[in-house]
């Protein structure tokens, strides 16, 4: 998360001044597992059409190895990248998937 600034400056100023504008909930990458046959699951045509529909999603889960206070309980999203990373025999499907948040985010 982050707040930009905009310059104030004027011409009876002697040092540039700023101001800071509204809170930006900023980006995340996440790694997903993803079976495309899987029903009930996130599957390969409901990620890719949500990510080309280009609107919020609600987004929420536990993320696993990361302290309770760093729980994502509920933000809206904007899928911006959809990668399917590299599978090899042993391994399993993954996703690769950028999202822009919109909103306030809310953690546990």
Do not use: C
């Amino acid at each position: 998360m982050s707040y930009g600034t905009v310059e104030t400056t004027d011409m009876s100023s002697t040092i540039r001044t700023f101001a800071g504008t509204i809170q930006d909930s900023g980006t995340a990458e996440l790694t997903v597992n993803w079976d495309p046959d899987a029903a009930g699951s996130i599957n390969h045509p409901t990620l890719l059409s949500t990510f080309k529909a280009g609107v919020a999603v609600a987004l929420a889960g536990d993320v696993p190895g990361v302290t309770t206070s760093d729980v994502i309980t509920s933000a809206a999203a904007i899928l911006t990248s959809f990668r399917v990373l590299g599978v090899t025999v042993d391994s399993i499907w993954q996703v690769s998937v950028g999202v822009k948040f919109s909103g306030d985010v809310t953690f546990a």
